[in-house]
């Protein structure tokens, strides 16, 4: 059947020894529909980014790289520099699958860029069907320094068949059956209120309720100490965002080059027989990046949905947001079977179901809170 691989079928194919890995994959790089990819234990430090389209990627290494480094007990990623850095896991056997790759949740939040490359293919994020050979990571820290150590997972990948995405009239009767929206009462969002346009338009929030008590958003401090990514639930939001407190008018103009963690107006549930991801409402909306992160696995949201959080990255001009103003959709894959396990199940560490405005899985949480009391 057409569709993404879900949690059994992504574990065996671990099991048949196509994936390639010292240390060997463990359970807890298995998602619902996606499998964590680690960072190896050298990295490179490069004058530029690079697509190696007519050759390996060690080949251009050997041209680009202006040292190398190790990251068996950690290493620090300058703000603003570009680095290539191997990752474990390797394909060794040719495999039918279109792999499309994504950065995690936590690595987005922290407006760290990332992108999957591999040997002799022109495109980021995509290992061509039949692929063999390693997979490498493009790394560019935007707003903060970062420490990284061989193990972390920055990434994930997907693998489908077919044609997964549905069609604006598959997601209208998905939608009709149960509706995947809902306010921030939990009341279902009716079809006829909803926008289906290549994909489920949502918008930001610029206005506080029930979720967004005393803030509506952080915005990236510009001068910071480093933050060690392998240090869940350690840093304080403070030493590294700014809060953003409801305007009057409930707009907020974003300037560019900042970085910004809204959240999204609408909550959003993905039922359990389905996959999601998150792309830019149009391309030509504004010059901004609105996110890094994108994919959501089956379960999202539970029964009750669960906001979005949107990293958004202006570029050359001021831009007015107004609450509720859409900005991104969400687009639904079918999965080529049930999983055994989605997101929000005990098995799993689904950090981020039933959040709200939420940064990172590595900043103290209530800290936000707190803070704003104080403000």
Known sequence: MDGILVYQQ??????????????????????PSSLDLRLATRGYRVRSGFLPERCSVSERLEETTLYAFDLTDGAILEKGNCYVIPLLEQIVEPLPYEIRANPKSSTGRLDLFTRVLVDHHGRFEQVPPGYVGPMFLEVVPRSFPVRVRTGLS????????????????????EYARRPLLLDDHGAPIPLDQARIDNGLCMGVAIQRDLDLR??????ARR???????????????HEF???IHEPVNHRYIV?????????????????RHLAAEMAPYEIGIAELRTNY????????GGEHGTRAVLEVRPHDVPFLVEDGQVFFKLRFFKTSEAPQVA???????????????????????????????GD
Not at 214 to 219: A, D, E, L, R, Y
Not at 224 to 235: K, P, Y
Not at 293 to 300: K, Q, S
Request: charged share 25%.
């Open 255 to 271: 300037e560019p080059e900042e970085f910004y963690i809204f959240a999204s107006k609408e909550r959003i549930r993905v039922p």
């Open 293 to 300: 992160a994108g994919f959501f696995d089956n379960g999202f």
């Open 223 to 237: 001068y910071t100490g480093v933050l060690d990514m392998a240090a869940d639930n350690q840093h304080e939001h």
């Open 10 to 31: 992504i574990r065996d194919l671990v099991a048949s020894g196509c994936l390639s890995s010292n240390p060997a994959i463990s359970p807890a790089q298995i998602q």
């Open 241 to 243: 965002f700014e809060l």
């Open 154 to 173: 920055l990434c994930q990948i997907r693998f489908s068949t077919g044609h997964a995405v549905l069609t604006d009239d598959e997601l209208r009767a």
């Open 214 to 219: 005393s803030h509506i958003g952080f915005v």
């Open 343 to 373: 997101y929000g199940d005990a098995k799993l560490e689904s950090h981020y179901q039933g959040q709200g405005l939420k940064l990172s899985k590595h900043f103290r949480q209530g800290s936000e809170a707190e803070a704003s009391r």
